[in-house]
């Protein structure tokens, strides 16, 4: 199967699943990944907002292709359902972006409610497990494929506010770099031919935030629109150079 090419950072030819896609930075995503000329499609438990991040990549970039699937993500079935339509539709999948969020934190280490693991276990780590599994054979099929999970720099140097939070990104970015390590062993002598890998925020900032809080640093902050220029961006470097790394796109802690 043909590498969809990636001169200059443009995706022309591939084909992008992005799973959490109607938030700020899936919008973000969204609008980059149709600019750079892929083929989009998105994701979202909220069919609403996921419509309306849907319409506003199409009315940007006329003429691409961008469509979204209320799927749910907690279930491994329609997980594999989504990826399977994909491919069967499209013919090929080159990416999924994981931007499944959530946050939960206390006080203290002493105020931490389990109640917000039991939550953040399934936004950020099983939504993470699923698309892994639904998506990486479609990946590997491809010949240039991404497998790119959003975290946090708190995943390797949590607070004692964010137990749960950074407990559960530390476990998705481990399953990730299983998956990685997956694509290698594919791979052989020859090296992988898709890969997994993590772009690592602080926090993400964007426009409505600078606008309700307009006197705020939000330093070492993340704009989402740059962050979605990183997303493409990993596709200009070899699988090999990508597969299994953390992308850090603030100051490493």
Do not use: C
Request: cysteine-free; overall charge negative; proline content about 3%.
């Amino acid at each position: 199967m043909s590498t969809p090419t990636n001169g200059n950072g443009r995706l022309d030819g591939a084909v992008v699943a992005v799973a959490g896609a109607a938030g700020p930075a899936g919008r973000a995503a969204l609008l980059r990944l149709a600019e750079a000329g892929a083929t989009v499609v998105a994701s979202d438990a909220d069919a609403a907002r996921l419509a309306e991040a849907v319409d506003a990549a199409r009315y940007a970039h006329g003429g691409a292709t961008v469509t979204g699937d209320t799927v749910d993500l907690l279930d491994l079935d329609a997980t594999r359902a989504w990826a399977d339509r994909t491919e069967k539709e499209f013919g090929r999948i080159d990416g999924l972006v994981h931007l499944v969020g959530g946050w939960r934190g206390s006080a203290t280490f002493a105020e931490t409610d389990l109640a917000d693991w039991d939550l953040l276990e399934k936004l950020l780590i099983r939504t993470v497990q699923h698309t892994s599994l639904a998506f990486e054979a479609p990946l590997a099929r491809s010949g240039n494929g991404r497998y790119l999970l959003i975290s946090a720099a708190g995943a390797s140097r949590p607070t004692a506010g964010n137990a749960a939070y950074s407990a559960s990104k530390a476990a998705a970015e481990a399953w990730t770099l299983a998956l990685g390590d997956s694509f290698r062993k594919a791979g052989g002598e020859e090296g992988p031919s898709a890969a997994a890998a993590i772009l690592v925020v602080k926090a993400l900032v964007h426009e409505a935030m600078r606008a309700e809080r307009p006197n705020a640093k939000f330093a070492g902050f993340t704009d989402v629109t740059d962050l979605a220029e990183a997303i493409v961006d990993v596709w200009s470097k070899p699988a090999q150079e990508v597969n299994g790394t953390r992308l850090w796109l603030t100051p490493q802690s």
